[in-house]
């Protein structure tokens, strides 16, 4: 069984504000990645990390940045909300590059 | 552009009946598909993959398809249960590119009792 939690699960806040979205795995996986969904869309790779102090973009762009201090962890962050980023963020993790991915519940974000 | 698809946005089955999920793709130079199943609220879940030096991969009642010549692949379920009512994503990657993996829209499958 994934044991990957993502938090908050909701959120609904104003523009302008500054925001991080806890992501955490207890599976030791070195490879971790967000991935941005709208309804109805594919999800979009925006960051990920091979291991701890590793971190790159994906392929959409995104505003948001990331950081791996630590294997389990791997926090997003936005430094001022806007409208046009509403939209559902997933957390993953994966054993090995190329493995199947283990998702976290999301975070379901709504900027005001 | 969109390098994997999924053109039918939702299915409907009876329960017993199979159900056929597909999946089209462009890029020749993938060689590993996934399907994840989604319920909603929650993540997606792995539930099966197949790699391209196989045409077929099978897990109870999940069975995967690849046809290469077409860049084409289903899933099938078989019987279909109620449960299985959720929304299946399938996903593609060049596993000597980087683990990034291109994910379709999604097609919504119902189960009616």
């Known amino acids: 069984e994934a044991d990957i939690y993502q938090t908050p699960r909701y959120l609904v806040i104003g523009t302008g504000k500054k925001i991080t979205l806890e992501c955490s795995q207890t599976m030791g996986h070195d490879k971790m990645y967000w991935y941005q969904q709208d309804p109805g869309m594919e999800l979009h790779l925006i960051h990920y990390s091979y291991g701890v102090n590793s971190t790159e973009k994906g392929d959409l762009s995104s505003e948001s940045t990331v950081s791996r201090i630590r294997t389990e962890h791997f926090p997003l962050t936005l430094e001022s909300a806007r409208p046009s980023h509403t939209s559902q963020y997933l957390c993953a993790s994966s054993v090995l590059q190329g493995a199947a991915q283990y998702f976290g519940p999301g975070t379901r974000l709504t900027v005001l | 552009d969109q390098q994997v698809k999924q053109n039918s946005p939702s299915l409907s089955v009876q329960e017993g009946r199979i159900s056929i999920l597909n999946c089209d793709y462009t890029?020749?130079?993938?060689?590993?598909f996934l399907w994840y199943k989604k319920y909603p609220a929650e993540g997606p879940t792995f539930l099966i993959s197949i790699s391209s030096i196989k045409d077929k991969n099978e897990d109870g009642r999940f069975t995967v398809f690849l046809n290469k010549s077409a860049k084409h692949l289903s899933l099938h379920i078989v019987p279909s249960q109620p449960g299985d009512s959720a929304v299946y994503f399938c996903a593609a990657s060049e596993m000597g590119a980087g683990n990034q993996f291109y994910f379709g829209t999604g097609t919504s499958l119902t189960v009616i009792p």
């Open positions: 890029n020749s130079m993938f060689d590993y």
